[in-house]
Nanobody, 115 residues
Framework: QVQLVESGGGLVQPGGSLRLSCAAS????????MGWYRQAPGKQREFIAR???????DYADSVKGRFTISRDNPKNTAYLQMHSLKPEDTAVYYC?????????WGQGTQVTVSS
């Protein structure tokens, strides 16, 4: 069982930056693939970024070059560094942890990009 807690969201102006954190409890964090998703009001949850247990990363086209996913296994934490934020990045951001067929989700953190 893995419990995930996101933090770091908030209000930021267009062009600004934020770093989201996803703290995981439970054992074997390093074995999980970690991902970030977001859901804007009235829209479906969408994939943003993923990092495998081996460190391979993958990004949605909408965030490539602006967002960076990383992980710190000794700290049981995954991160999403976001730069050049746009109003359309406004959403609730969720992290997940996946291994084989098991997927765990955090409760989400709100990111609002507005002037």
């Amino acid at each position: 069982q893995v419990q995930l807690v996101e933090s770091g969201g908030g209000l930021v102006q267009p062009g600004g930056s934020l770093r989201l954190s996803c703290a995981a409890s439970g054992a074997f964090f390093s074995r999980y693939a970690m991902g970030w998703y977001r859901q804007a009001p009235g829209k479906q949850r969408e994939f943003i970024a993923r990092i495998s247990s081996g460190g391979t990363t993958d990004y949605a086209d909408s965030v490539k070059g602006r967002f960076t996913i990383s992980r710190d296994n000794p700290k049981n934490t995954a991160y999403l560094q976001m730069h050049s934020l746009k109003p359309e990045d406004t959403a609730v951001y969720y992290c997940n942890a996946a291994i084989t067929t098991r997927v765990y989700w955090g409760q989400g953190t709100q990111v609002t990009v507005s002037s």
